[in-house]
């Protein structure tokens, strides 16, 4: 079987699962709230209000609802496969067990993916509302939105690839969720360090809090650099990845 027809499967596997439900909570949540608690300080004047308003909503959204979401949707990836010893059956195909992981991956990133999708487009509409609301006029900044949401997305893999591992490597799901959670929490602090460059859990909040010194400091640039963040992502995402192929069904292999 090729890797297109594993991925054609695992697609069919989360079909109708309850992971669709579960990327619109954290955008409804985190979006509603952002937008509801900026839009009693606007007026007609107010400029760079879709700035301030993605800004609002992403901080948090960034570094712990996107994150908590996405540990979810691991752990119920990896649960359709262990329940009824599934995994066994997975591994007696004929398929190569490094594909299978890969495979399960990127239907990982592709949930990552809706996500942020969903919270692009929530956030446009209840933006335009509030807008609406509040006689603002100013054009809704499309492309200024579409860099950060890409920015969300990459900025995620390498914890992606650390969660996903974390998964593969724990049998019991309490105990995987425990630890990504664990890491994800101090994502904050450590933000403001300078480790935060070979600490992936904080990469995506790190970036938004770029984008917050750069509104409030009138355009004056935090310089975050693709040195060295881009060699250490890199890095780490590819050792999680390497980590998760090499020991996916290994135990039960034996």
């Excluded at 700035?51 to 909503?57: G, P």
């Excluded at 990896?78 to 992981?101: C, D």
Aim: aromatic content about 14%.
């Amino acid at each position: 079987m090729s890797f297109l027809e594993i991925l054609k499967i695992e697609f069919i596997k989360v079909k109708r699962s309850k992971m669709i439900p579960l990327i619109f909570i954290a955008p409804l949540l985190v979006v509603a709230s952002g937008v509801a608690n900026l839009q009693s300080y606007f007026s007609p004047e107010y400029t760079n209000a879709w700035a301030a308003m993605f800004i609002q909503s992403a901080l948090v959204y960034a570094y712990y609802l996107l994150p908590f979401s996405m540990i979810v949707v691991c752990v119920m990836i990896a649960g359709r496969e262990t329940g009824n010893n599934g995994i066994l059956k997975m591994l007696a195909l004929p398929v190569s067990r490094y594909v299978l992981p890969a495979a399960k991956f990127c239907i990982l990133l592709f949930y990552l993916l809706m996500e942020i999708v969903v919270f692009l487009v929530v956030f446009v509409i209840t933006g335009l509302i509030a807008a609406n609301n509040t006689g603002i006029t100013e054009t809704l900044p499309i492309m200024y939105l579409l860099k950060w949401c890409v920015g969300l997305f990459l900025t995620m893999l390498p914890s992606m690839a650390i969660m996903w591992a974390i998964t593969i490597l724990f049998d019991k799901p309490l105990l995987s969720v425990g630890l990504n959670l664990f890491l994800v929490i101090p994502s904050v602090l450590v933000a403001n360090t300078l480790f935060w460059v070979v600490y992936p859990y904080c990469y995506s909040g790190y970036l938004v809090s770029c984008s917050l010194h750069d509104f409030t400091a009138k355009g004056v640039s935090t310089g975050f650099t693709l040195f060295p963040f881009l060699p250490s992502a890199i890095l780490i995402f590819a050792l999680a990845l390497t980590v998760t192929i090499t020991c996916f069904g290994k135990k039960e292999m034996r």
